[in-house]
Every structure is written in structure tokens, then in C-alpha cells.
């Protein structure tokens, strides 16, 4: 395997959207995700808060569900937005896409989302930020190895029909 081509192996794990469209595409994403996550869980804060009574509990549900999903799919839109505009900065100042930046883009969110609470409140939501992100990185590294060695052993064939003959008999279709 040439230099190039391990290169452009690590690299495919790291291809997206280009930087200005990532941050909008990890925003959006980021709100729906927190407001379909938040709407499950405000239908079952809402239910379960409610008077009892069907009628009372489904219109809890769906107050619940009105008022504070898009509160929550805003509080996810602004991690994702910060996280992927920290990320962006990262790539063009190292020049490279790699876990570090994912890594540090957690733990400078962490930061930034809780500077109005004071500095030891910022090292702490950014060591969390950082560790989550690490993680989560790892276990993709880790996904990733396994999966490759599980196909490292076999040899791939696209599709054994079209493979030449071996011999005359596998030629004549006997």
C-alpha cells in the first residue's frame, strides 16, 4: 500500500460537507435531533405531570411537547453550530482533519457554552466535552479497525459469475 493511497484511506473516514455548508448542515441536524429527542421525552414528562384523566394527560403531553421541544432543539442547534464552527477553525489553522480537532472542538464548546458560569465551571464542561468526544472517537477508531480486519482475510470477489473458466468443462457448462 502506497503512501497515497493510506492517505486517502484516512481521509474517506473524514470527508463531509465542505466547512461553511458543514456548520449549517450540523445545525439543522443537531436541532432536529434535539427536538425529536426532546419532544419523546417532554410527551412523557407531560403525561406523567399531568391530572389524571386521558383527555388531561394528552393535552399535558402536547403542552409539554409545544412549549419545550423547540427550546431544546435550539439548546442542541447551538452545541452543534459552536462544535462545527470550532471544528471548521480547527481544520484551517492545523491544515488537517483528524480526532484532534473533534476532540478539542468538544472540550472548546464545553468551555465556551459555560463561560457566564465562571472558570471552574468552564474546565469542567470542558474536560466532560473532551472526554465525551474522545470517546466517542475512539469507538469509531476502534469500529473501524475491527471491521477492517474482519475483511482483511477474505479475498474480494465483485461478482463470481463473471470470473474466467478455469478449465474447458467449467466452459462447456458441465
Not at 468538544?106 to 472526554?131: D, E, Q
Amino acid at each position: 500500500m502506497t503512501s497515497q493511497s493510506l492517505t486517502t484511506t484516512n481521509m474517506e473516514e473524514y470527508a463531509r460537507e465542505p466547512c461553511p455548508w458543514r456548520i449549517v448542515d450540523d445545525c439543522g441536524g443537531a436541532f432536529t435531533m434535539g427536538a425529536i429527542g426532546g419532544g419523546v421525552f417532554q410527551v412523557i414528562k407531560g403525561f406523567r405531570n399531568a391530572p389524571v384523566g386521558v383527555r388531561h394527560r394528552l393535552k399535558g403531553s402536547v403542552s409539554a411537547v409545544r412549549t419545550r421541544a423547540p427550546q431544546i432543539g435550539g439548546s442542541f442547534a447551538v452545541w452543534g453550530g459552536l462544535f462545527s464552527t470550532i471544528d471548521c477553525g480547527l481544520v484551517r489553522l492545523r491544515g488537517k482533519e483528524d480526532p484532534w480537532n473533534s476532540i478539542t472542538s468538544g472540550a472548546m464548546t464545553g468551555a465556551v457554552l459555560a463561560a457566564r458560569s465562571g472558570p471552574f465551571a468552564m474546565m469542567g464542561s470542558a474536560m466532560m466535552g473532551g472526554i465525551l468526544l474522545a470517546l466517542i472517537e475512539g469507538f469509531g477508531i476502534l469500529l473501524t479497525r475491527y471491521t477492517a480486519q474482519q475483511f482483511q482475510n477474505r479475498p474480494f470477489i465483485e461478482d463470481p459469475d463473471q470470473l474466467p473458466p478455469k478449465d474447458a468443462s467449467q466452459k462447456a457448462g458441465w
